[in-house]
């Protein structure tokens, strides 16, 4: 059985409890007022379909379908000016990140998001060699839609790269070379059993 | 030499506000001999600072007038300004006091005539006004300001005016050789009435009140409708002396929020309700750009306040939005601009407004730190009633955020629950 | 023996050839300036900044950080780590404090180092170079050591989010912090305490995937600089810098302005008031030149 | 009325520009010639202790026994103008005189004038007043009787009984506890506030029958209530026809509230679902289900979902919805949420609120609690609950905007508190022939709870909504029934710690009430005072408008129709006095002729002299403070104008106008208080009354032929330090427009 329907079964229609139980930082959720200071806060805020107060009224509601496959969670830069507003103290980034990384889990999250695919290509970039390789994480960027808008966004972008390329911010070495960490090794062992870990909190919560 | 006579059947009264006012004159109405302790010049703590009352609309100074009047009536009550309670010893019943009284460098000589004032040049933020302006360095605090006696600041102590006060007064009333004294003496019970102070607005940064002029206190609010306030009674815009019309009144403004108090301080709906008819007060129902906007989470008009909230529901210059304000960034004119999102449907705003209302918290005038004596605060710093407490209870705003009429309720109760001490002793030395 | 000594976190943007290579140049000249010595943790990783969460979920993400605090405490015993990238303060400091807070948290990071033969023991404190030229320096110390006050100059402070939230410099106002404004001074420049964009977000981690978004925003605080007054911006984040210099270009296309504002580093500031060239600042490494700076940089 | 031969003393202060504005030695010669004070003496500093030392020393000499302070205000050094054993006039020659009026020597002339007619008005008072002494007829009686066995009744009860007093206490059910016994727990009063708290109503009820100081009267009620403050005679009926009397001080109605009805509100539908409730029935089920799961009253199933439904039929104006709100059904509602989740972590919860009210320090800390334990809250208005196994509640969604509904095993609906008081006596307007306790505009119980044997109805007169009476801000226990206080929620809606707060208070209260009525003292405003009501019955036409009008109902009527005076009951407002055609009511230091006496002593210039003389009646305790602190800021008004402080515009007798307008005054004004709803009046009706009578007033005017303008009466408040010296000049303007009065002789 998938693990999203695992859940489904476990919680019923209890969605408060599952974010409690599975998202980063949920436990918070339940004690929003709903005053609304992080929704006036948020830079992006005309840019998305439900604020942070009205998902987490909304996971109360038990509007569980409607919350996981929203993409407004993915619009998160992160800025924490609803953190330092909050009257309650909410770690409002940490949830909208647990929530977008928990529909990712479950396969609910918005299939062509941006930021979603973003993020994979930028951790699998970061995994490689330990750090980040930039020139590469350019490009791929470029190139997400297929090769030819990838030329055109490249061209788009030349004058910039070839000004960061002058600057030396910008290293085209890097394509074949670039920064790495020595025990690349034990950085994957690492990384491997935390999710090892993390999974498996997650099944036996979802049983 | 200020004297005090008291006994342990003595109640010691600390802070004469309204709530250390009507605990004093309950008490001694009924026979009992009182000190009433105050910090201030005079009596009459914060609703003296008040323009009006919600939700009659009635003015304290009413019945400000008729409990000062009860005051003077009595014999029993002997009453200390410039004065704080620096130490207490002692235990139910046999309590020992030590005050501490500030020179006023006036004696009782003071007719309020008002030669010294007319002189001294110096000039000091009005106190009374929250430093909305300025007073002399003599003054009469405020026209009900009882004693009814002029205060000499000490900054012009050392200075020609203060020589020239003196030289002014043809009673003798004015001696600046006056030094602070402490005295002590004995109370069977202390109610405690230290009252509440308005929360710090420069801590709530989102709202910029120390940096934009046009954002202001209810406090401050209160004291521009004063007739003999900061601005005669005229709401202005501190930026420009332009009338404020359009005018934002943003609630918990320091309250149920972690990042301040904690706690709601329970007035400021009440309070914000009332302010909001000062608008058609000042400018009629016809100045079609008077009007109020409330910023709220919850209206708590609790019982009959019902009724008021209806009201100002039913007046079309007031609207009411379900947002806590984000933030405040003020346009070239300086016109606050209010960020936020309204979330009864979740609607953005970007409003502006001529002036802004803060309905700053309630937090209490209780110093949990140094208190005189072992005695149960809580973690918001009110005082709880506790048997551990022995012969010390809290009246008014020192035991939770109250309003007036509550306040009034707990200072009688306390009234009683000091009698009833004095009374023991009475009752145990036969 | 230097002044002060330091576990330094450089991170990913400011390795050579990285997009803010000329922070870490320019900080190298500040430090040698106010002998300040950075020794890097050996051997540090990435720490999936702001947008690990998205593949990373919690604990390998504070796995990452972890395991660069495990190192500093293994080769760099008892010394401070400093950060000067926003992101990497930001998220080593986030997970230390969570590990505080979350004991089974803690234990599932040690076991998943163990996998790298690392031990956390998480006591060391980790801060930003700003409170470091703060707390530890301070502005009068700094003050004194200036030879070219940038008289002149009018800097507008960008603080960003970041540094700034939600943990702050040196108990400073999230809303309107000031400590750029004071450094500023102190070099002799001329500050703009009133830029009211100063903590302005520039979409930071959305550049990438949400451009017009981020894009509008840049445009706000670019607009805002110049309307202040200002002859430039300085900010102490490697990602604002970025962000609000080499988009100006695209920004005048789409909006039709003639932003042309120079955008430098606290550290290039430092480095040009205490008499260092424009090589040594780092001033070559700016898309846009910061001619006023230069002047002074000779 | 005590008979001694008074010996006047004027003193008179030529100090605070006094002497140097004012002839003192001429007004000294019109103290002695025209004001016939025996001695009359001058000081340059009279407050000083050297000055009040001077005329202690003629008291005490036995030379002086009527003192005139001709000085400063009222108001003003009223600590050293206090004088037991002799009776004090004062001329208001500062702020009533000279900070009034310009410093010129135009103004010098009627400057003077005023300040002589200043004298001679108060050397009038003192000829005409009397050291007021006790009656004798008061009585100590340091007994209380309590109305209501729950818990603010035994709270007063224990209360008092603490401070050393006895109490009478009368419950109407055959045991003590009233709603408190039956709840399951309490919102806590005390940090942590957390999680409910037990009731501890036995270790009360333990306590208040345990107390030696307490005599309990259970199934019992007030058949009856006679008397007054220290002497109060109560029927005591218990349901088995035994009656006890007993004889009480002072009285504390604690007679509590009923829950509101909630089949009022058809859409709830309560009578349709056993497993709809009210909160007061759930806390039945919770006591039933001691700290185990609570069960459906339908079928016994432990309970899964529950929703409570905030705010039924309260703050609405609805016909037979309550228009206030009880303020405490969501500390309530969080409160029995925690019984299930406290219980069953995975129940689930939901309260359905609109402004969630839980306020102070206690309130907001409980309402986190609840979200702690995961009770949904959501901002939602219920439009109706349907009957069935499972049971449905549609609502609108305040935050999602939407309409919705929702399932549950068990409804709660947050029904509010009608307050348990009698009838209200003023439900209709009284009129002069007697009329019981009319039919109140209210539903509340119309069975009387203290059955006054009043002149003005049964029980306490309501303010709004069937409470009580009370000025609610800054004398919340006025109640316009002298040495009878109502508490706790018969007062307003209150949860219990209030209540318990109030009950003190109350107890306050009534204990400061008794020991005045054992000494004659009034209670407040007027405390302290020792005059009272006397009466000269020969004059007396039976017109009972004293009976009627006054606010306390402190005057009965004797068989034969005559007014009974009862002391202790009176305020010493003089309302009685204004009310009286005849003129028979006065008191020692207040009566018709004290204050028209001042009135005709003022000398009046004849027609041509081209200075007119005003009348200004004004209230002591708003509009002349208000003229006191317009002088202070140096606001002038016209010189004609004669100043007299009343007790109460309601004590202003139509004769003094007559009176006024014959002798040749012309412009009378009257100020008092704010009347109406939101009065001010300290003696609640004080102003109104002034205006009813005012109005007729008009007619005399015709019969003398004079403008109607010549006569005013005004609201002033104490803030109106600008507009009363403005209303004063605007009268002086309209005698310039219309002339002097032809009443000049």
Not at chain 2, 104 to 110: A, D, G, L, P
Not at chain 4, 59 to 86: T, Y
Request: hydrophobic share 35%.
């Amino acid at each position: 059985m998938s693990l999203n329907n695992a859940m489904l079964e476990k919680y019923r229609n209890n969605f408060l409890q599952e974010v409690a139980g599975n998202v980063e930082q949920g436990d918070w959720v339940k004690m929003c007022m709903q005053c609304g200071v992080c929704a006036g806060s948020c830079p992006l805020g005309d840019a998305w379909e439900h604020s942070p107060q009205k998902i987490f009224m909304m996971i109360r509601a038990n509007r569980r379908e409607q919350v996981l496959s929203s993409d407004s969670m993915w619009m998160c830069t992160s800025c924490y000016h609803c953190v330092v507003r909050c009257p309650r103290g909410l770690p409002i980034p940490h949830i909208m990140h647990g929530l977008a990384s928990y529909a990712k889990r479950l396969g609910l999250a918005p299939k062509s998001n941006p930021t979603l695919w973003f993020a994979e290509v930028f951790w699998n970039n970061m995994l490689k060699k330990g750090r980040v390789n930039e020139l590469k994480l350019g490009l791929s960027l470029y190139f997400k839609d297929g090769f030819a808008s990838g030329i055109k966004q490249a061209m788009a972008h030349q004058k910039l790269g070839i000004n960061m390329l002058k600057a030396k911010r910008m290293a085209p070495m890097d394509m074949f070379a670039g920064h790495a960490i020595k025990d690349i090794f034990g950085l994957h062992k690492m990384i491997r059993k935390a999710q090892e870990i993390e999974a498996a909190k997650l099944e036996a919560n979802s049983k | 030499m200020t004297e005090v006579v008291a006994t342990n059947h003595t109640i010691l009264v600390v802070g004469a506000g309204i709530s250390g006012i009507t605990a004093a004159v309950e008490a001694a109405e009924t026979g009992n001999n009182v000190v009433l302790v105050e910090k201030r010049p005079y009596l009459g703590g914060r609703v003296s600072q008040l323009y009006k009352y919600f939700p009659k609309l009635c003015f304290p100074s009413c019945g400000l007038e008729i409990n000062q009047r009860r005051l003077s009536a009595q014999g029993g009550i002997s009453i200390l300004t410039m004065a704080e309670v620096t130490a207490v010893s002692g235990s139910e019943g046999n309590y020992s006091a030590t005050v501490k009284i500030s020179p006023r460098f006036v004696n009782e000589n003071c007719t309020a005539c008002g030669a010294c004032g007319d002189v001294v040049e110096a000039e000091f933020d009005n106190e009374h006004n929250y430093g909305l302006n300025k007073r002399k360095g003599a003054y009469l605090p405020y026209n009900m300001a009882k004693p009814q006696r002029y205060v000499i600041d000490p900054r012009i102590i050392g200075t020609d005016d203060a020589e020239k006060a003196k030289a002014a007064c043809k009673y003798a009333a004015i001696d600046l050789d006056m030094q602070e004294q402490t005295i002590e003496f004995k109370a069977g019970a202390i109610i405690w009435a230290t009252g509440w102070q308005p929360y710090d607005a420069n801590k709530i940064q989102p709202y910029g009140y120390d940096r934009y002029a046009n954002v202001i206190t209810s406090v401050e609010f209160e004291r521009m409708m004063d007739k003999f306030g900061p601005t005669g009674g005229k709401i202005l815009r501190p930026s420009d002396n332009a009338e404020a019309k359009d005018i934002a009144f943003i609630q918990c403004a320091g309250s149920r929020d972690r990042n301040h108090l904690k706690h709601c301080s329970r007035i400021c709906c009440m309070a914000t309700l009332k302010q909001s008819t000062y608008i058609t007060e000042q400018y009629g129902v016809d100045d079609a750009d008077a009007k109020g906007t409330i910023y709220y989470i919850d209206i708590r008009s609790i019982d009959r306040f019902e009724d008021f909230y209806r009201k100002v529901q039913n007046d079309p210059k007031i609207s009411f939005i379900r947002s806590k304000v984000a933030n405040i960034v003020q346009d070239k004119d300086q016109n606050p601009i209010l960020n936020g999102v309204d979330t009864e449907g979740y609607h953005r705003y970007e409003n502006r407004h001529d002036l802004v209302v803060l309905a700053i918290g309630m937090e209490p005038s209780v110093n949990k730190d140094s208190f005189p004596l072992e005695i149960v605060i809580n973690e918001h710093g009110f005082i709880e009633a506790d048997e551990a407490n022995g012969g010390i209870f809290a009246a008014g705003c020192a035991s939770d955020a109250l309003d007036v009429n509550r306040a009034v309720q707990t200072a009688t109760a306390a009234a009683l629950r000091a009698v009833q001490v004095v009374n023991r002793v009475a009752g145990s030395e036969g | 023996m230097a002044k002060f000594e330091y576990s330094y976190y450089p991170g990913c943007s400011s390795q050579t050839g990285a997009s803010s290579s000329n922070l870490m140049r320019s900080v190298d000249t500040m430090c040698e300036e106010l002998d300040l010595k950075l020794n890097p943790i050996p051997d540090w990783n990435c720490c999936s900044a702001s947008i690990g969460y998205g593949s990373g979920n919690v604990l390998p993400r504070l796995s990452l950080s972890a395991r660069n605090i495990a190192l500093s405490e293994q080769h760099n015993p008892n010394q401070d780590i400093v950060a000067t990238c926003a992101a990497c303060w930001l998220s080593t400091r986030e997970t230390a404090e969570r590990l505080h807070q979350d004991e089974n948290m803690f234990k599932d990071v040690n076991t998943a180092l163990a996998e790298a033969r690392l031990t956390l023991t998480n006591k060391t404190p980790i801060r930003h170079m700003a409170e470091v030229l703060i707390e530890d320096v301070g502005y009068e110390s700094l003050a004194r050591g200036v030879k070219k006050p940038l008289q002149g100059i009018r800097i507008a402070g960008y603080v960003g989010c970041q540094t700034n939230r939600p943990f702050g410099i040196a108990g400073e106002s999230f809303e309107n912090p000031l400590y750029l404004d004071k450094l500023v001074e102190s070099l002799g420049g001329d500050s703009v305490p009133t830029y009211e964009k100063k903590v302005q977000c520039c979409g930071g981690a959305l550049a990438f995937s949400e451009p017009e978004k981020s894009q509008a925003m840049i445009h706000g605080i670019i607009e805002a600089a110049y309307d202040n007054g200002a002859d430039m911006i300085v900010t102490p984040c490697p990602l604002c810098q970025t962000n609000v210099e080499i988009y100006q270009d695209v920004i005048n296309a789409k909006f039709g302005s003639k932003f042309e504002m120079p955008v430098v580093y606290y550290s290039q500031l430092i480095s040009v008031a205490y008499g260092r060239n424009s090589k040594d600042a780092a001033l070559d490494g700016q898309l846009i030149r910061a001619k006023k700076l230069e002047s002074f940089a000779g | 009325m005590p008979d001694y031969d008074k010996k006047l003393g004027a003193y008179l202060c030529s100090g605070c520009g006094i002497g140097d504005r004012l002839n003192v030695s001429q007004m000294e010669t019109t103290a002695k010639r025209d004001g016939k004070a025996a001695i009359v003496k001058t000081h340059e500093f009279l407050c000083s202790k050297a000055g009040v030392e001077m005329i202690r020393k003629d008291i005490d000499a036995g030379d002086v026994n009527h003192v005139i302070i001709g000085a400063c205000s009222h108001r003003s050094k009223v600590e050293a103008f206090r004088f037991d054993r002799a009776a004090i006039s004062r001329a208001n020659l500062r702020e009533g005189c000279i900070w009034i009026r310009p410093y010129t020597d135009e103004a010098q002339q009627t400057t003077q004038e005023m300040g002589d007619d200043l004298i001679r008005m108060a050397c009038a008072e003192s000829r005409y007043i009397n050291i007021p002494e006790p009656s004798g007829e008061q009585e100590l009686n340091k007994t209380l009787l309590v109305v209501g066995g729950g818990m603010t009744g035994m709270t007063t009860a224990l209360e008092s009984a603490k401070a050393g007093y006895r109490v009478e206490l009368v419950e109407k059910a055959a045991a003590l506890g009233g709603w408190m016994a039956q709840l399951h727990k309490c919102i806590p009063h005390r940090m942590p506030y957390a999680n409910p708290v037990a009731t501890n109503i036995d270790a009360t009820i333990a306590a208040v029958n345990a107390h030696a100081n307490i005599t309990l009267h259970l199934s019992a009620s007030v058949a009856k209530t006679e008397g007054a403050p220290g002497r109060f005679k109560i029927e005591i009926a218990t349901e088995y026809g035994t009656s006890t009397t007993v004889e009480v001080g002072a009285i504390v109605q604690a007679s509590g509230y009923n829950m509101f009805d909630p089949n009022n509100v058809p859409a709830m539908n309560h009578a349709k679902s056993a497993d709809i409730v009210t909160n007061m029935e759930l806390e039945a089920l919770a006591k039933a289900a001691g700290d185990g799961p609570i069960k459906r009253p339908s079928d016994g199933r432990e309970v899964s979902s529950v929703i409570f439904v905030q705010n039924v039929g309260q703050a609405s104006e609805a016909k037979g919805h309550l228009p206030y709100h009880s303020g405490i059904g969501d500390l309530i509602a969080i409160k029995q949420a925690l019984y299930f989740k406290t219980q069953n972590r995975g129940c689930e919860t939901t309260i359905l609120f609109n402004h969630l009210r839980t306020p102070g320090a206690a309130g907001e800390d409980f309402y986190c609690s609840g979200q702690n334990y995961e009770v949904t809250f959501r901002k939602g208005i219920a439009s109706e609950v349907f009957p069935g196994s499972s049971l449905e509640v549609q609502f609108r969604d305040m935050i999602l905007d939407e309409d919705t509904s929702q399932t549950a095993d068990l409804v709660v609906l947050d029904v509010g508190m009608v307050p348990n008081s009698g009838p209200d006596p003023y439900a209709l307007p009284l009129v002069a022939d007697k009329e019981k306790g009319a039919a109140p505009v209210f539903e509340v119980t119309l069975d009387s709870i203290l059955n006054l044997e009043y002149r003005q109805g049964t029980d306490l007169p309501h303010l709004k909504h069937g409470f009580t009476d009370s000025h609610f801000i800054c004398f919340p226990y006025e109640t316009r029934r002298s040495g009878i206080y109502a508490a706790g929620p018969v007062r307003r809606p209150m949860d219990i710690h209030q209540a318990m707060e109030d009950a003190t208070g109350a107890a306050m209260k009534a204990i400061q009430a008794l020991e005045n009525a054992g000494k004659g003292r009034s209670a407040h405003p007027r405390s302290g005072d020792l005059s009272y009501p006397l009466f000269r019955k020969e004059g007396c036409t039976r017109c009972k408008r004293c009976t009627v009008e006054c606010p306390f109902a402190a005057i009965d009527e004797d068989e034969k129709g005559y007014p009974q005076f009862n002391e202790s009951r009176c305020r010493r407002c003089g309302i009685c006095m204004g009310a009286c055609p005849v003129r028979v009511i006065s008191f020692d230091n207040y009566s018709v002729d004290s204050i028209g006496q001042q009135i005709k002593n003022v000398d009046m210039p004849d027609e041509f002299d081209e200075k007119p003389r005003i009348l200004v009646l004004a209230c002591e305790n708003d509009a002349y403070p208000a003229l006191d602190m317009a002088a202070q800021n140096g606001i002038e008004y016209s010189p004609f104008a004669r100043v007299i402080p009343v007790r109460c515009l309601g004590s202003v007798n139509t004769v003094w106008i007559t009176d006024a307008l014959n002798s040749g005054y012309d412009g009378i004004i009257l100020m008092g208080c704010s009347k109406g709803d939101d009065y001010q009046c300290h003696f609640v009706k004080g102003s109104e009354m002034a205006y009813q009578r005012m109005s007729q007033i008009a007619d005399t005017l015709q019969i003398l032929s004079l403008d109607a303008e010549r006569v005013v009466t005004y609201e002033v408040a104490i803030t109106d330090i600008h507009r009363a010296p403005r209303l004063i000049n605007a009268m002086a303007e309209t005698i310039e427009k219309i002339g002097m009065s032809p009443f000049k002789f």
